[in-house]
Every structure is written in structure tokens, then in C-alpha cells.
């Protein structure tokens, strides 16, 4: 059993950053694979960025790669996404998701067991 909590969303102007953190409880945190994905107004949800259980592997949706990194600290029980040079489309309820033996680069929302409750991030114009 793994509870995620997100954190560090907000409200920022177009070409901002902001680093959003998902702390999780369970002591095999390590055994997870570890996504993000969003969801935007009247949208369904969608993938953003996937890490492997170690961090050695990422794996980002085509749009975001190179704006967004995703790291995980597992001393912390904690992942990281680092959103820069933002655009008002990149408004949404961002989710932080676990998911045990996933293939990879798990891509699909349904291939995640845990998640998070969700932070908001709106980029302003």
C-alpha cells in the first residue's frame, strides 16, 4: 500500500517554473515505478513523464520533454517534477502515480495502482 501526496503547485505567469514534489508513505517505495500525468478542464487525463524504480530511466510525453524533468529522491520517498519555460496550456490538476510491475514506459493512466489527490498549476498569459 503506497499514499502519495503532491505539493508545490500554484499559480504562474507564462515562461515561469515551478517544481512540483509527491511525497509517498510505504517502505518499498524503491520497488515503484513513478509518473505524473494531468488533467485539464473537461479533459481526460494525460501522460506526462515516467521514472524507473532507481531514476536511471525517464521517459516523457513528446510535447513536455525538454521543459519538464522528473527525478526521485528514494531516501525521501519522494518524486520530483521540474516544469520550466511554462505556457498557459500547460494548466491542469497535476497527479503524481505508483504503479508495480508496469511495462515500460507505462503511458496509460489504468496501469497505475496509487494516486495522488492531484495539485493545481495555472499558468497565466
Known amino acids: 500500500q503506497v499514499q502519495l501526496v503532491e505539493s508545490g503547485g500554484g499559480l504562474v505567469q507564462a515562461g515561469g517554473s515551478l517544481r512540483l514534489s509527491c511525497a509517498a508513505s510505504g517502505r518499498t517505495f524503491s520497488s515503484y515505478v513513478l509518473a505524473w500525468f494531468r488533467q485539464a478542464p473537461g479533459k481526460g487525463r494525460e501522460f506526462v513523464a515516467v521514472i524507473s524504480q532507481y531514476g536511471s530511466s525517464t521517459y516523457y510525453a513528446g510535447s513536455r520533454q525538454g521543459r519538464f524533468t522528473i527525478s526521485r529522491d528514494n531516501a525521501k520517498n519522494t518524486v520530483y517534477l521540474q516544469m520550466n519555460s511554462l505556457k498557459p496550456e500547460d494548466t491542469a490538476v497535476y497527479y503524481c502515480?505508483?504503479?508495480?510491475?508496469?511495462?515500460?514506459?507505462?503511458?496509460?493512466?489504468?496501469?497505475?495502482?496509487?494516486w495522488g489527490q492531484g495539485t493545481q498549476v495555472t499558468v497565466s498569459s
Open positions: 502515480a505508483a504503479g508495480s510491475g508496469v511495462a515500460w514506459p507505462a503511458r496509460t493512466w489504468l496501469e497505475y495502482n496509487y
